[in-house]
C-alpha cells in the first residue's frame, strides 16, 4: 500500500493531531497564566472550556479514523468560518457571548479564521485512502 505526502495518517488525521494539541496548549496557557499574556492571549472561563473542549474532541478524532477525523474538520471548520464571520462583524457581540467585556480580541479572530481555514482544507480535501475506496 503506497504513503501519501501526510503517511500513513491522511491529512485530516494530522490536522487533528497539531490541532487538537495546539488548542489544549491554547487552553492549558490561558489557565496558567491568566491575563498576564494580554492581549494576544486573555483568560475568560467560556472561552478557556471551549478551547478545551475544541482541543480534546479533535485530537480524539486523530485517535479514529481518517473518515472520522475529516468530519470532525468538517464541522468544526463550518463552526470556526460562523465564529470568524461573526467575530469580524459584531466583535462587541461575540465578545460580550463568550465573557469578554468588550470586543473579542483580534487575536482570537485570527485565530479562529486559521482554524476555519485548516479544518475546511483537512476536511474537505483530503482524499480517501485506498482501503476507504
Known amino acids: 500500500m503506497a504513503e501519501g505526502a501526510y ?3 491522511g491529512i485530516a ?13 491554547v487552553a492549558a496557557t490561558e ?3 491568566q491575563d498576564a ?11 478557556n472550556a471551549v478551547h478545551w473542549a ?15 477525523a475529516r468530519m470532525v474538520a468538517r464541522v468544526f471548520g463550518v463552526v470556526f468560518l460562523a465564529l470568524t464571520i ?13 465573557g469578554y467585556p468588550g470586543d473579542i ?11 476555519a481555514v485548516a ?5 474537505f480535501a483530503s482524499r480517501k485512502t485506498p482501503a476507504e475506496a
Open 119 to 123: 479544518a475546511l482544507f483537512a476536511g
Open 7 to 9: 503517511g500513513k495518517w
Open 54 to 68: 475544541v482541543g480534546v474532541i479533535v485530537l480524539l478524532s486523530f485517535f479514529g479514523s481518517e473518515a472520522t
Open 31 to 33: 489557565a496558567i497564566t
Open 86 to 98: 461573526w467575530g469580524f462583524a459584531a466583535p462587541d457581540s461575540l465578545g460580550e457571548f463568550l
Open 37 to 47: 499574556l494580554k492581549p494576544v492571549l486573555e483568560f475568560e472561563p467560556l472561552q
Open 105 to 115: 480580541p483580534v487575536s482570537y479572530n485570527l485565530v479562529h479564521f486559521l482554524t
Open 13 to 25: 488525521r494530522t490536522y487533528a493531531l497539531i490541532f487538537g494539541i495546539a488548542y489544549i496548549g
